[in-house]
């Protein structure tokens, strides 16, 4: 199936303002035999004579009257399409992003965030959900709007990628545990029970590769999916949680915390987003919201450290 000729619409509406084949052709640029060529093939296309000769002009046709109206508005919809994106005009703002995070992120940057999103655009929601992997998928797809997490092998090629912040693995215990007490040894951390986090179910993560390395081996008492899941553990019992510092402020403010015996290189949280959604005014306002709000804790999180 042939696709029809867009342009011809707007032939069809000079011909109809202007009753004339010259003005028509003088008000678009062309020349007479041009206007001549394009009207013979808006008469193929319709079916229709559209203009027909009255004495030395051009009246239209029924079928042409009706199509006056109609072609104007549809091409008013494709200036409107072409032309630029307005102004974003935050208190006009009506739209739900829908953002994937881990547990702690939204624990400690979500009430900042939704904050500043409802002083400057009241009419936007928010709707976080859990990081299950680090597919990329529903960033393609739209599912997800953006998401924030270290990046990671299953991290499609073409996504967008911001550094928001550094993060370090802290030790964590219940306020009461031997070792919130004395100096803490490798050898006194590896000896303590572990709650490993993994939402794969894996019974070794990144931290244990490390130890290992270092000649030291610790002991999985258990295993979560989840930061906030590990360190409601460790608050009930004499499980050791090692989590990333500043991710898990809150979730952690009535514990010990303690920096791990062991050199472990810091992690890089950042901002993950399709690239079609680069020039679209309300999302890249969020992702400067998000970059602010991550940016004050951080420097909060260095003033207390």
Same mark, same amino acid.
């Given at each position: 199936m042939s696709h029809p000729d867009l342009n011809l619409l707007v032939t069809l509406d000079a011909l109809l303002a202007e009753g004339s084949v010259a003005h028509a052709a003088r008000r678009l640029g062309l020349s007479p035999s041009a206007m001549s060529r394009a009207l013979a093939r808006l008469r193929e296309a319709t079916?229709?004579? +559209?203009l027909v000769r009255a004495g030395r002009g051009l009246v239209p046709t029924p079928r042409a009257l009706e199509l006056s109206e109609r072609v104007g508005l549809l091409l008013e919809e494709v200036e409107a399409v072409l032309r630029p994106a307005e102004a974003l005009d935050l208190s006009k703002l009506t739209r739900t992003f829908t953002l994937r995070a881990s547990d702690?992120?939204?624990?400690?940057?979500?009430p900042d965030l939704i904050a500043r999103v409802n002083r400057e655009a009241p009419g936007v929601r928010l709707r976080f959900v859990p990081k299950q992997d680090k597919d990329s998928g529903p960033l393609r797809d739209g599912s997800i709007d953006m998401e924030t997490g270290v990046i990671g092998k299953a991290t499609g090629p073409e996504v967008r990628v911001q550094a928001l912040f550094?993060?370090?693995f802290v030790g964590v215990v219940r306020a009461d545990h031997p070792l919130s007490a004395g100096q803490i040894t490798p050898s006194r951390y590896a000896a303590a029970?572990?709650? +490993?986090?993994s939402r794969r179910g894996s019974e070794k993560g990144y931290l244990d590769e490390i130890l290992e390395i270092q000649g030291i081996r610790r002991e999985i008492g258990t295993m979560v999916g989840g930061f906030a899941a590990a360190l409601a553990l460790a608050r009930a019992s004499d499980l050791v949680a090692t989590v990333p510092e500043r991710h898990t402020r809150d979730l952690r403010a009535d514990m010990f915390s303690f920096a791990l015996p062991v050199p472990v290189p810091e992690i890089t949280i950042s901002l993950f987003w399709h690239p079609r959604m680069d020039a679209d005014p309300a999302h890249r306002w969020l992702r400067g919201c998000v970059r602010d709000v991550c940016a004050a804790s951080a420097g909060q999180g260095r003033a207390e450290a």
């Open positions: 079916g229709d004579p +559209l702690g992120f939204v624990e400690n940057f979500g550094s993060d370090r029970r572990h709650v +490993l986090v």
